[in-house]
């Protein structure tokens, strides 16, 4: 609880100060995309990604979302970790994490541990532990192996299916 | 405008799920429409061995929403094992079908038959050879019917005496998928989207959700095509009906010349009808068809040649009935007079054998017997 209060606290300290001027730091944009099967001219189906907010988005599609990174500091930055958890209306896609230079673990207790999928394990409502399966990923982080340089930037990117 | 770099191979996802048919029985527990999506990620690092972000905690990134859109998709089916057993004249019989709503959104549905045309094949067995009558839908509508939602309609129709044995009438349920309130149809993606969004079916309207798409993804149904917003199915009728026939025969059985005793029955050589004779009547009543013949009634009158024999067989027994539902199938004499009994002579009617209350089923004959004497 008191925790809580002094995050507040600092953050509506630091806000004036953070408004006007740019976070100086790693700088994250997140976008959602589907991919669309549409004809080419020459009448071949092409796979096209568009942004999911100007897409037809129904359950059971699959969307991707591409987190872009950044360092827009003077100095290199160090212990870069990227969290991202999956949205509760979407089921993450087995396999469909992608990160360069990135080892990446899940969760799936909303982020209180970490490890690659394969060695989680998942308590299910009625108490019993079974092996975690894709679906019940709940959160997914990418640690990134090398300290990004001044100007470094890259993405990470992962697939999930609307419920 | 930062540029995006993309790492790895491309997620190459194709576009399922919109067609893929529901699970009977099964919910889909679908994301309800309108729902918005976020996706917000969190980055936290060191700059100079210490970490960054508002309290050290990271930073936050852009978030990339979108809403779900809604997916209509209706499936209609007939609950029915088989063709519904109707008998001519037969009222209000129910073809049962369930609607179900397999989308993402409320939606009403606007409910039609059809009546097949002749040769039509039944789902189950025969094809469509006769018209109902009285037909009527036990609702017009549903007004309101909830994501993985079913209501059960029937279609009730009376079965016109003329019909025969056998004989199939189909029809089909059809259920047009409208919008909340309105008479609206939605027959196709993006139908009539601006009188949904913002209104009943998406209450929580706000920014973005002019991007809400309508797509519709209902399969073939019986009488309709796919992906129309609307979904049917083929129920039938199959008429069982008794088909009587009737035959009668005679045969002498004493004459007065070539018999000595009339009971016992001693007679020597072939008898003859001559006047004093004594002829025996069969009446046999079968039955071809499926349906069963219950309280069939004969009446045999009496010719005014002949005097009905009131001994036949019995003391005052005239009549003999042999039917599967009397006596145990056992042939039973039956008294003259009119009494408890199924039987009497120029009683019911004049001059006439009238015998009652036989039941016939499908392949069974029963048999009435009485004897007269030759004027």
């Known amino acids: 609880m008191r925790k809580i209060v002094l995050a507040l606290t600092a953050a509506l300290l630091l806000a004036p100060a953070l408004a006007p001027a740019q976070q100086k730091g790693v700088e994250l944009k997140s976008t959602a995309e589907v991919e669309v099967a549409q004809k080419d001219g020459k009448g071949e189906q092409v796979v096209k990604r568009v942004e999911a907010s100007k897409a037809n988005v129904l359950p059971g599609d699959t969307v991707i979302f591409t987190i872009g990174y950044v360092n827009n500091s003077d100095q290199p930055a160090t212990a870069v970790v990227l969290g991202n958890p999956v949205p509760k209306q979407m089921l993450y896609l087995d396999g469909s994490a992608r990160g360069e230079g990135a080892r990446i673990d899940f969760s799936v207790d909303r982020g209180a541990s970490f490890a690659p999928l394969e060695k989680l394990k998942f308590i299910t409502a009625a108490g019993k532990e079974r092996d975690a399966s894709a679906a019940d990923v709940t959160d997914i982080r990418w640690t990134l192996e090398r300290p990004l340089e001044k100007g470094g930037k890259g993405s990470v990117s992962y697939g999930a299916r609307v419920k | ?375």
């Open chain 2, 1 to 375: 405008m930062k540029k995006q770099v993309l790492i790895g191979a491309p997620l190459l996802f194709a576009a399922v799920g919109i067609l893929a048919p529901a699970l009977a029985g099964a919910s889909n527990n679908y994301t309800p429409a309108c729902t918005q999506i976020n996706n917000t990620a969190h980055v936290s690092f060191k700059v100079g061995g210490v970490d960054q972000g508002p309290s050290g905690n990271g930073l936050d990134s852009t978030t990339a929403s979108f809403y779900v859109g809604v997916k209509v998709n209706v499936s209609v089916a007939s609950t029915d094992s088989n063709n519904v057993t109707v008998y001519p004249g037969s009222t209000a019989a129910p073809l049962t079908f369930t609607v179900t709503n397999n989308g993402n959104a409320h939606q009403k549905y606007a409910l039609s038959y059809v009546a097949e045309v002749n040769g039509t094949p039944s789902p189950f067995s025969g094809s469509d050879a006769f018209n109902s009558t009285g037909v009527t839908l036990s609702s017009a509508a549903i007004a309101d019917l909830a994501p993985d939602a079913s209501q059960t309609i029937t279609i009730s129709a009376d079965t016109p005496l003329s019909q025969t044995d056998a004989q199939v009438a189909v029809y089909a349920l059809k259920a047009q998928t409208q919008w909340l309130g309105t008479s609206t149809d939605v027959t196709a993606d993006g139908s009539a989207k601006g009188s949904v969004i913002g209104g009943a079916l998406c209450p929580a309207a706000g920014p973005g959700t002019a991007d809400i798409d309508v797509v519709v993804g209902d399969g073939a149904g019986s009488d309709d095509g796919a992906r129309d917003g609307a979904h049917s199915a083929r129920d039938a009728y199959q008429v069982t009906a008794a088909n009587l026939t009737i035959q009668k025969s005679s045969a002498v059985v004493y004459d007065p010349v070539n018999c000595s005793s009339y009971s016992p029955l001693t007679c020597s050589g072939a008898v003859r009808a001559i006047p004093g004779a004594v002829v025996e009547y069969t009446i046999q009543i079968a039955n071809s068809a499926n349906g069963t013949a219950t309280n069939v009634t004969v009446k045999d009158a009496i010719d005014s040649s002949l005097s009905f024999y009131a001994d036949g067989y019995a003391s005052t027994k005239g009549i003999q009935v042999t039917s599967p539902n009397i006596n145990g199938g056992a042939p039973l004499a039956l008294s003259n007079g009119s009494d408890a009994d199924q039987g009497d002579f120029n009683a019911t009617n004049a001059g006439a054998v009238t015998v009652t209350g036989i039941q016939v089923a499908k392949d069974d004959t029963a048999y009435v017997k009485f004897r007269a004497s030759i004027k």
